[in-house]
């Protein structure tokens, strides 16, 4: 693949991103409607969109397998393999595997939008990281130290 | 088993690395941390003629230069100072403190650069397990833990809600954390406590806080402001939503990284975020009774007077 098609899909997968960001943000709206159940299921479905999209730009299948209950931390296994940086996100899945749980499990709760707002937080946050890492993808293994632009340096 | 009463001796008496980041943007921390150490008795020493550790510039291009810089530092502090804890306050710091002693104990390679610089530069190597790396955040739990805090504070801190933010080089990668995660009174990678655990002892309420280790766009500071900003906004609106009056940090690449994509955020967004950003050891030197100058707190950029006199904390 020539440089120019790979900077146009990489260019591409960051305007889907992009387009993820602003659909959680819209999600903001949409707090007060009593819809819990289903904001949350699109929060987590939009978290597993945001992981595929990382995995895909790796050249890779993304899993359907799923990690103690949700596909989403099996996603992020599979984006981390072979890229430690990338655990950087792993409690942000987790936080966002335990908002859904929250939610979900008493959507009557007081607390409840409260908990939303930061679902949404939560989403919006690995939306984020990975947008980053895919804009700067040399970047990244422990803040600053970029692993693979050291390998291709020719330091003798 | 560790012996709660050893490790209360040993870490009452250590070596202080500050790291350059303590000398410049991050002084308020430097100064909190020596103005809490003299409250509580606790003897920290400077490293004599510390060096960079390496992070992150030098890590980038040469990992290896990086494992033997961060060696010299635990070198001189052995076997200049005779001391057997390093205490080190930034992340970064003890990030790569923790990775050279990692490097030193697993890698040949690691140890072979370490030896031979070492005796180019006419210094005694370091050779892995003689010191601990500890992070003050250790430092403060260890040798005086929460309820000689408790006693000392009396609950100066109450009212105050805290959402405590640790970043990500406190707790990863796992593996050279070996005393991390070893069950009750060890900290944890996954969920850290350390701080929360500090300023409850002192008083104050911890907001639970979904973002606590989350990133906060350090590395794309300047290739990439936009996400940064928008890394950092999403911290400070996550708090603000958790409930919190205050971010408590203990890294001062984060701290520093809220402090400015928040004057960011206003600018580029036009979204202002109103909450404060304290080093830990600020907030525990006003729970000890020590003054907002004699912390530093003047020399933050997120402005926390009004924070001090609403919550009484002077």
Same mark, same amino acid.
């Given at each position: 693949?020539?440089?120019?098609?790979?900077?146009?899909?990489?260019?591409?997968?960051?305007?889907?991103?992009?387009?993820?960001?602003?659909?959680?943000?819209?999600?903001?709206?949409?707090?007060?409607?009593?819809?819990?159940?289903?904001?949350?299921?699109?929060?987590?479905?939009?978290?597993?969109?945001?992981?595929?999209?990382?995995?895909?730009?790796?050249?890779?299948?993304?899993?359907?397998?799923? *990690? +103690?209950?949700? @596909?989403? #931390? !099996?996603? $992020?296994?599979?984006?981390?393999?072979? %890229? =430690?940086?990338?655990?950087?996100? *792993? +409690?942000?899945? @987790?936080? #966002? !595997?335990? $908002?859904?749980?929250?939610?979900?499990? %008493? =959507?009557?709760?007081?607390?409840?939008?409260?908990?939303? @707002?930061?679902?949404?937080?939560?989403?919006?946050?690995?939306?984020?990281?990975?947008?980053?890492?895919?804009?700067?993808?040399?970047?990244?293994?422990?803040?600053?130290?970029?692993?693979?632009?050291?390998?291709?340096?020719?330091?003798? | 088993?560790?012996?709660?009463?050893?490790?209360?001796?040993?870490?009452?008496?250590?070596?202080?690395?500050?790291?350059?980041?303590?000398?410049?943007?991050?002084?308020?921390?430097?100064?909190?941390?020596?103005?809490?150490?003299?409250?509580?008795?606790?003897?920290?020493?400077?490293?004599?003629?510390?060096?960079?550790?390496?992070?992150?510039?030098?890590?980038?291009?040469?990992?290896?230069?990086?494992?033997?810089?961060?060696?010299?530092?635990?070198?001189?502090?052995?076997?200049?100072?005779?001391?057997?804890?390093?205490?080190?306050?930034?992340?970064?710091?003890?990030?790569?403190?923790?990775?050279?002693?990692?490097?030193?104990?697993?890698?040949?390679?690691?140890?072979?650069?370490?030896?031979?610089?070492?005796?180019?530069?006419?210094?005694?190597?370091?050779?892995?397990?003689?010191?601990?790396?500890?992070?003050?955040?250790?430092?403060?739990?260890?040798?005086?833990?929460?309820?000689?805090?408790?006693?000392?504070?009396?609950?100066?801190?109450?009212?105050?809600?805290?959402?405590?933010?640790?970043?990500?080089?406190?707790?990863?990668?796992?593996?050279?954390?070996?005393?991390?995660?070893?069950?009750?009174?060890?900290?944890?990678?996954?969920?850290?406590?350390?701080?929360?655990?500090?300023?409850?002892?002192?008083?104050?309420?911890?907001?639970?806080?979904?973002?606590?280790?989350?990133?906060?766009?350090?590395?794309?500071?300047?290739?990439?402001?936009?996400?940064?900003?928008?890394?950092?906004?999403?911290?400070?609106?996550?708090?603000?939503?958790?409930?919190?009056?205050?971010?408590?940090?203990?890294?001062?690449?984060?701290?520093?990284?809220?402090?400015?994509?928040?004057?960011?955020?206003?600018?580029?967004?036009?979204?202002?975020?109103?909450?404060?950003?304290?080093?830990?050891?600020?907030?525990?030197?006003?729970?000890?009774?020590?003054?907002?100058?004699?912390?530093?707190?003047?020399?933050?950029?997120?402005?926390?007077?009004?924070?001090?006199?609403?919550?009484?904390?002077?």
């Amino acid at each position: 693949m020539s440089d120019v098609s790979a900077q146009a899909i990489k260019d591409q997968k960051i305007l889907h991103l992009d387009q993820i960001e602003a659909r959680i943000e819209a999600m903001e709206s949409c707090l007060s409607t009593g819809a819990s159940y289903q904001i949350a299921s699109d929060l987590l479905n939009l978290g597993e969109e945001v992981l595929e999209i990382w995995i895909a730009a790796r050249g890779q299948m993304p899993t359907s397998d799923s *990690r +103690e209950g949700f @596909r989403l #931390l !099996a996603l $992020h296994r599979q984006g981390s393999r072979s %890229e =430690p940086s990338f655990n950087a996100c *792993r +409690e942000t899945c @987790r936080e #966002l !595997a335990y $908002h859904y749980n929250l939610i979900t499990g %008493e =959507p009557e709760h007081r607390h409840t939008v409260g908990r939303l @707002r930061l679902m949404i937080m939560v989403a919006r946050h690995l939306c984020l990281f990975v947008s980053g890492k895919m804009r700067v993808a040399n970047l990244g293994q422990f803040c600053c130290a970029s692993k693979p632009l050291r390998e291709n340096m020719n330091l003798e | 088993m560790v012996d709660v009463t050893d490790k209360i001796m040993k870490y009452r008496d250590v070596a202080y690395y500050s790291g350059c980041a303590l000398e410049g943007s991050a002084n308020g921390y430097d100064v909190s941390t020596r103005a809490v150490a003299k409250s509580l008795g606790l003897r920290i020493k400077d490293v004599t003629d510390w060096n960079c550790c390496g992070a992150m510039e030098v890590k980038n291009i040469d990992p290896g230069l990086q494992t033997y810089l961060s060696s010299r530092v635990l070198s001189n502090a052995v076997n200049i100072d005779g001391a057997n804890v390093v205490m080190a306050p930034c992340n970064g710091c003890y990030h790569n403190l923790k990775k050279a002693e990692y490097d030193l104990s697993n890698d040949p390679k690691a140890k072979e650069t370490v030896n031979r610089l070492s005796e180019k530069a006419g210094h005694q190597a370091y050779h892995a397990g003689q010191a601990e790396t500890i992070h003050a955040l250790d430092w403060i739990k260890g040798a005086i833990g929460e309820e000689e805090l408790r006693e000392r504070t009396k609950g100066r801190l109450a009212g105050l809600k805290v959402a405590n933010y640790y970043g990500c080089m406190y707790v990863r990668p796992r593996h050279i954390f070996p005393e991390k995660d070893k069950g009750p009174g060890s900290e944890s990678t996954s969920r850290p406590h350390f701080m929360d655990d500090l300023l409850a002892a002192a008083g104050a309420e911890n907001v639970d806080f979904p973002l606590k280790t989350a990133c906060c766009g350090g590395a794309h500071t300047l290739s990439d402001s936009d996400t940064s900003t928008k890394l950092v906004l999403n911290i400070l609106q996550a708090a603000e939503a958790s409930g919190a009056d205050v971010i408590a940090t203990e890294c001062p690449t984060c701290h520093s990284g809220l402090e400015m994509h928040q004057v960011r955020a206003e600018k580029r967004f036009g979204k202002k975020t109103r909450i404060t950003m304290l080093y830990f050891t600020q907030l525990l030197g006003l729970a000890l009774g020590i003054g907002p100058r004699r912390l530093g707190i003047h020399t933050n950029i997120s402005d926390s007077t009004d924070l001090i006199i609403d919550k009484r904390l002077t």
